[in-house]
């Protein structure tokens, strides 16, 4: 009987210890896709923003340019200027930053694990006649994404503007200036990274049935750097 209730009572010590688990892993993940969302929401704010206060300019322009903002729901919204749109795009789930990562040497992740988990907003770069003449087979890119933990501090991988002055994780805070730069060098970026003609073996040979589609809809793949590994464009 001795022995069995010390098996049980280990059981309990057992069972709560995976009930704290979960309430403490559970509530750390909570608190960060709360702060992610915040921070999505400041991006929207400060997206369309941009756009309202700078579309009486543009349409001053000598030619008519698309120039809009698009929300569309509570993960995702839409940047649309000239030929380009951005993406911007929170994922639901949380993170933890890589073993690997730079970021996990720093004293302010040694001090404390649970500042390694982050949400991530992704910045992908499309044509807009990808979306305008429904070019399902287009390819756009990931230039940056961001991310943000409970305390909002937060990091950017990106492609150059994108990426080169947000990675200071210990000591920034992911706040309306902040955002507000991390668009323009978004946008920035995605009027510098310009179309490029793809390869000519590439396109030299089609079927009717691919130049009957194209005449209908545009439909012969096209993205910035088709032919070329976007992997290598570091400068």
Known sequence: MRVFNLIMEKAKVT?????DSIIEKGTLKQEVFRTTQDAFNTFKKCGESLIMKNRPVIEKSPLPL???FKDR?????????????????MHSNVFEIPRDHEVMKTTYIREDKRRSYCGIIHIFNFL????KFNRANDIGYCIGRIF????KH?????KREVGLLYNNFPYTLLNEKAVQEILHSSILYSLNFDLLTPPFDTIKEVTAGEIQSTLDAFSITTGKRLGFRFQADKE
């Open 15 to 19: 069972t709560k210890a995976l009930v």
């Open 66 to 68: 698309p120039f809009s």
């Open 73 to 89: 729901g509570e993960f995702e919204f839409r940047l649309k200027f000239g030929s380009d749109v951005l993406i911007f795009f």
């Open 128 to 131: 807009a006649d990808s979306f």
């Open 148 to 151: 943000i933990n409970r305390e």
């Open 154 to 158: 937060y990091f950017v991988e990106g």
